[in-house]
Nanobody, 117 residues
Framework: QVQLAESGGGAVQAGGSLRLSCASS????????LRWYRQAPGKQRELVAS???????SYADSVQGRFSISRNRGGTQVFLQMNSLKPEDTAVYYC???????????WGQGTQVTVSS
């Protein structure tokens, strides 16, 4: 079974930057959407950013202009560059590989991001 593994989380001060990475242990057939979600304590998991195989990207309003999602050519890795971090960005960040035609989802185990003021 293919697994996803995130890395790059950590603790930074407000205004700092982090780059998250997510790698798949293999190729998942039919994956056409790569996403980053986050979940803060006591809150529901929310979609942060998406990238399609054609390169189209979309972002939550709360991170627009500060975060940038990208992927490798093979679609087996996805990245999230996070700049101008705010305390409200503190959460566990999860990567998600999705086949929107079959509703197949693969999830990583999450990586903690903590932003102090």
């Amino acid at each position: 079974q293919v697994q996803l593994a995130e890395s790059g989380g950590g603790a930074v001060q407000a205004g700092g930057s982090l780059r998250l990475s997510c790698a798949s242990s293999g190729t998942i057939p039919g994956i056409n959407v790569l996403r980053w979600y986050r979940q803060a304590p006591g809150k529901q998991r929310e979609l942060v950013a998406s990238i399609l195989l054609n390169g189209y990207t979309s972002y939550a309003d709360s991170v627009q202009g500060r975060f940038s999602i990208s992927r490798n050519r093979g679609g087996t890795q996805v990245f999230l560059q996070m700049n101008s971090l705010k305390p409200e960005d503190t959460a566990v960040y999860y990567c998600n590989f999705r086949n929107s035609y079959t509703d197949y989802d693969a999830w990583g185990q999450g990586t903690q991001v903590t932003v102090s003021s």
